[in-house]
């Protein structure tokens, strides 16, 4: 490192940073491609398919179907961005980057592990809430600029059902907040760290572990709430104007929100990168210590499970209707979280027994 600080003199705080940057983004973004395919793989096979199975790397046959991604890629890149009559240009290039700047610069302050950190600020969890709440941007004015009643409509949606459900997801999340006594996303994995046998808040918290996670689904606009898009009734909702690089940019910011979501749900309910039970006679074991041994093994794990159940979801429900969407937002997420939240509070101002208060929850 002296070599390179002495190569890049001054400017060496800003390449280091760009160079960890880069370490997280790229990765995403390969996550991403693969994502899409592991998505169609999924849903194929349950619904007994085969999905993607012919583009293959350098022709190999054993790839066929692992660079569909990649082929998908090239497409989208190449196909010309059409600006409609009448829209607004500025506004109709400036909104897919609107919608992916949030979901990349959230991971700033994502731990990885108690080392791996890019930004580890005492308000991170504050900095997350900030940022996975302006994505919304991205759509209204994509939906406004595009100068389509399709879009405009899907626009609206979208930001309704967000609005509808931040407020649950915040709800639950101040749950954790209150059990792990710190908004930084570090400490409240070492927090859990603390809590008995098992290394997680999913045991108390279960009821906000279920609101979170179907409330992200629905902040992604993903199936089975996904009337943003509603192909079925408004063709493509708001990007129907889009094609692309532009679309592209669109995919790829819903898909780094699903991965996003995924690990903060892993970061704040289950644990991070922290095994699942916490055994003293297993660590002393020499090949399972090391895999009950706490590390990025563990996070991306949960990341795939909860990646994982994104898909299920895709292909068990059928897409709720506009009415259901916000009847589930308002009328039963928002008491269950507040009810929880005072449950919570109740049990930690219990001077006897200690968090988790596992004895008197079940």
């Known amino acids: 490192m002296t070599a390179l600080e002495n190569l890049f003199g001054a400017a060496w705080p800003v390449v280091w940073t760009l160079a960890k940057i880069l370490a997280i983004v790229i990765p995403i973004t390969l996550c991403v491609a693969f994502l899409t395919l592991a ?47 009448g829209a607004n240009r500025v506004l109709f290039l400036a909104a897919p980057t609107l919608a992916i700047m949030p979901a990349l610069a959230a991971w700033a302050v994502l731990p990885f592990s108690p080392e ?13 809430l900030a940022l996975t709440s302006m994505g919304v941007y991205g759509i209204i004015v994509a939906g406004w600029a595009s100068n389509s009643k ?10 309704a059902q967000i609005v509808s459900y931040e407020i649950a997801m915040g709800f639950a999340l101040v749950g954790v907040l209150m059990v792990s006594a710190s908004l930084n996303l570090s400490d409240i994995v070492a927090a859990q760290a603390g809590s008995g046998f098992w290394s997680w808040n999913l045991i108390p918290l279960l009821p906000l572990f279920l609101v979170y996670f179907i409330a992200g689904v629905a902040e992604t606009n993903r199936a089975p709430f996904d009337v943003a898009e509603g192909e079925s009734e408004i063709v493509a909702g708001f990007h129907v104007e889009y094609s692309g690089t532009a679309f592209a940019v669109f995919f790829l910011a819903e898909y780094a ?5 995924s690990a903060l749900a892993a970061i704040m309910f289950l644990g991070g990168w922290l095994p699942p039970v916490q055994v003293d006679a297993l660590a002393a074991i020499p090949v399972i210590g090391l895999l009950f041994a706490p590390g990025l093994h563990w996070l991306l794990a949960k990341i795939a499970f909860m990646l994982f159940c994104f898909l299920w979801l895709r292909a068990t429900f059928p897409r709720y209707r506009y009415d259901q969407i916000m009847r589930l937002g308002w009328k039963v997420f928002i008491p269950v979280t507040l009810v929880w939240i005072v449950l919570v509070g109740l049990a930690l101002q219990d001077p006897v027994r200690e968090w988790p208060p596992f004895s008197w929850w079940f």
């Open 116 to 128: 791996l950190v890019l930004a580890d600020i005492d308000a991170s969890l504050l900095y997350v």
């Open 39 to 85: 998505e169609r793989k999924v849903i194929g096979y349950m619904q007994l398919r085969i999905g993607p199975n012919r583009v293959s790397a350098f022709g190999l046959g054993w790839t066929a179907g692992l660079a569909q991604p990649f082929a998908d890629v090239f497409k989208l890149i190449f196909k010309e961005i059409v600006v409609p009559t």
């Open 150 to 159: 399709y879009a405009f409509l899907g626009a609206m949606r979208s930001a």
């Open 257 to 261: 929100n699903m991965i996003l979501i």
